[in-house]
């Protein structure tokens, strides 16, 4: 059963760093390629990064373009989101999973983990 558990959220103020982890409890976790995602109150889930299987091909939602890095630890099933020049507009809960590329967007797919909560404050 497939287990995503993330974590490294908190209250940070605008400027300020955070780096997330999912822990990826998936067999054959280094054939999936891994995305983040967010979800601010009262809006939908969006895109924020994917990252290749091997790590090897990135990709960013241009809101976070320059200011965060997806990277991930194979031997860990691990998947790292680090977060710099914090923005007010960043708060909300993001979550991991898995992705597919279909028409030039990473979709997820299968369970959610419960998120992690950041709160950028102005």
């Known amino acids: 059963q497939v287990q995503l558990v993330e974590s490294g959220g908190g209250l940070v103020a605008a400027g300020g760093s955070l780096r997330l982890s999912c822990a990826a409890s998936?067999?054959?976790?280094?054939?999936?390629?891994m995305g983040w995602f967010r979800q601010a109150p009262g809006k939908e889930r969006e895109y924020v990064a994917a990252?290749?299987?091997?790590?090897?091909?990135?990709s960013y939602a241009d809101s976070v373009k320059g200011r965060f890095t997806i990277s991930r630890d194979n031997a860990k099933n691990t998947v790292y989101l680090q977060m710099n020049s914090l923005k007010p507009e960043d708060t909300a809960v993001y979550y991991c999973?898995?992705?597919?590329?279909?028409?030039?967007?990473?979709?997820?797919?299968?369970?959610w983990g419960q998120g992690t909560q950041v709160t950028v404050s102005s």
């Open positions: 999973n898995r992705v597919s590329l279909a028409y030039s967007e990473y979709r997820p797919f299968g369970s």
């Open positions: 998936i067999r054959s976790f280094n054939s999936y390629s």
């Open positions: 990252i290749g299987w091997s790590g090897g091909s990135t």
